[in-house]
T-cell receptor
Framework: SQTIHQWPATLVQPVGSPLSLECTVE??????LYWYRQAAGRGLQLLFY??????ISSEVPQNLSASRPQDRQFILSSKKLLLSDSGFYLC????????????FGPGTRLLVL | AQTVTQSQPEMSVQEAETVTLSCTYD???????LFWYKQPPSRQMILVIR??????QNATENRFSVNFQKAAKSFSLKISDSQLGDAAMYFC?????????????FGQGTILTVHP
């Protein structure tokens, strides 16, 4: 069966510091990968998606970037964090094709002070 | 652009009773998919149920069922025999069928409280 991992689970960072959140998927190959952000406990917003190694698409302009160095690894980064980057970050995976369901990881709570 | 609206910020139900959560969406696509996700206090998003727009039959998963009204663009979730473990935030989500990467558009969520 497929499993999706995220770490760290919780992170407290000062403004202006760098960020690296990691997501890995097990038990599948060539997944589509996604990064979402949830602010204030409400709806999720898609930040990035990837359909393959090195292929990253951004949904919204922001202070963040994403990379996919390996097939089942997805990384969310920032060079300098802003207060507004605080939130809950969720990674998700799906199989290829429009009929596939997305499955989410446990998420990372990020607090920027 | 597609939008998803959940008009009930909060709902409550007595244990063992039935509750219905509402969701409406707006789209010009003919091929799409609709989902209900549950987010318990742990905050992990858990898939509850999925509906393909081309299917007329409403999806059912144990105590969870949907009322899919395509013409009205309505997609409500019915939880029967509510249990304390059903307490969570529930999100309705839309996915268009025209792309391969499957962007999900979420509603703002409904907080469900289950009273013993």
């Amino acid at each position: 069966s497929q499993t999706i991992h995220q770490w760290p689970a919780t992170l407290v960072q000062p403004v202006g510091s760098p960020l690296s959140l990691e997501c890995t998927v097990e038990g599948t190959s060539n997944p589509n990968l996604y990064w979402y952000r949830q602010a204030a406990g409400r709806g999720l917003q898609l930040l990035f998606y990837s359909v393959g190694i090195g292929q990253i698409s951004s949904e919204v302009p922001q202070n963040l970037s994403a990379s996919r160095p390996q097939d089942r690894q997805f990384i969310l980064s920032s060079k300098k964090l802003l207060l507004s980057d605080s939130g809950f970050y969720l990674c998700a995976w799906s199989g290829r094709g429009p009929r596939e369901t997305q499955y989410f990881g446990p998420g990372t709570r990020l607090l920027v002070l | 652009a597609q939008t998803v609206t959940q008009s009930q910020p909060e709902m409550s139900v007595q244990e063992a009773e039935t509750v219905t959560l509402s969701c409406t969406y707006d789209t010009s696509e003919s091929d799409y998919y609709l989902f209900w996700y549950k987010q318990p206090p742990s905050r992990q998003m858990i898939l509850v149920i999925r509906q393909e727009a081309y299917k007329q039959q409403n999806a059912t998963e144990n105590r969870f069922s949907v009322n899919f009204q395509k013409a009205a663009k309505s997609f409500s979730l019915k939880i029967s025999d509510s249990q304390l473990g059903d307490a969570a935030m529930y999100f309705c989500a839309y996915r268009g069928g025209g792309t391969s990467y499957g962007k999900l558009t979420f509603g703002q969520g409904t907080i469900l409280t289950v009273h013993p």
